[in-house]
């Protein structure tokens, strides 16, 4: 607005006052003290180290061979499976012989499970006839022990790669399926008419409507059908293949090697808790819109 003396005043709009109903407050978010933090992460691992302690003290007062010292597996478990050569990323040759195996199994046939087994369940969710057509067969296979067609399997695939794959796939994409299938129809149905009234594609509906509201049901299917397909790599293993940590624990068992077995037993355990690690960080990362925190911060 002109000023008194002629002149064009280009003043900046002030802004709007910190009580304004319509700006937005943004709370500071709050850290937990580090003693506080320590405290929860002691909290959440005393029952392991209190078991490990016991092993320690009741295996070193009654010395056996079949339970050895807890100190005794770990040095073992390090002689194992690690060496000093950083161009093996500190991996033992054995690691490569006996590990390596193990994973691509299991990273085949949980992965062609997860292929198979999310858009299955995104059809059986979006559709109720398909659903119970199919659904009654999909939750009597998941009654089954699918350890009771390792027999079949080897009839089918002998005792080959395929054989474990098979297994891993069709223990775990049951799971995939009914997770898939409970969180895609969960999934509020006024979200669907509104991105409908927006006239948006089928396409845009799934990937940016559908499946994001579908996903917490869908993660929930991958972090257990996970478990399932370790124990199912470490089972087949043990009935029938020539390599794998399955067919280590094995194999030392009946050569009284104890020490080597407890070592590929706690293999199997730390593989189990990396891939467990890595989905929750992946979960996290998807499913960051839907994490809240309390004005506590926890």
Do not use: C
């Not at 998941?142 to 027999?151: D, M, Q």
């Not at 059908?225 to 199912?232: E, M, T």
């Not at 009284?256 to 730390?270: C, D, P, R, Y």
């Amino acid at each position: 607005m002109p000023d008194p003396s002629g002149a064009t005043s280009t003043l900046a709009p002030s802004p709007p006052p910190a009580d304004d109903p319509a700006t937005p407050v943004r709370l500071p978010r709050r850290k937990r003290p580090f003693g506080r933090r320590i405290v929860s992460g002691v909290s959440s691992l005393w029952l392991l180290v209190a078991i490990a302690i016991l092993w320690q003290v009741v295996a070193t007062l009654s010395p056996t061979l079949y339970f050895p010292p807890l100190s005794k597996i770990f040095v073992q478990f390090g002689n194992d499976w690690f060496a000093a050569d950083p161009s093996s990323l500190f991996l033992s040759q054995h690691f490569f012989d006996a590990a390596v195996p193990s994973l691509r199994r299991l990273a085949q046939g949980w992965g062609l499970a997860l292929v198979v087994g999310i858009p299955v369940g995104i059809l059986l969710g979006r559709s109720a006839v398909a659903a119970a057509m199919y659904f009654p067969f999909i939750r009597f296979w998941l009654a089954e022990p699918k350890s009771a067609i390792i027999p079949v399997a080897v009839q089918i695939f002998g005792i080959a790669d395929s054989m474990n794959v098979f297994l891993i796939f069709v223990g775990t994409v049951g799971l995939i399926i009914v997770n898939t299938a409970d969180g895609v129809a969960g999934v509020d149905r006024m979200t669907l008419q509104t991105a409908r009234s927006l006239r948006v594609s089928p396409f845009t509906l799934y990937r940016r409507v559908l499946v994001p509201a579908a996903m917490p049901g869908i993660l929930t299917g991958v972090r257990v059908s996970i478990g399932v397909a370790l124990i199912l790599m470490v089972i087949s293993e043990l009935y029938a293949t020539t390599a794998g940590v399955g067919y280590e624990i094995l194999l030392n068992q009946q050569s009284f090697k104890f020490l080597q077995m407890w070592s590929a037993f706690l293999l199997i355990g730390v593989i189990s808790v990396l891939l467990n690690v890595v989905l929750e960080l992946i979960e996290k990362r998807v499913l960051r819109w839907q994490r809240r925190e309390g004005l506590s911060g926890q």
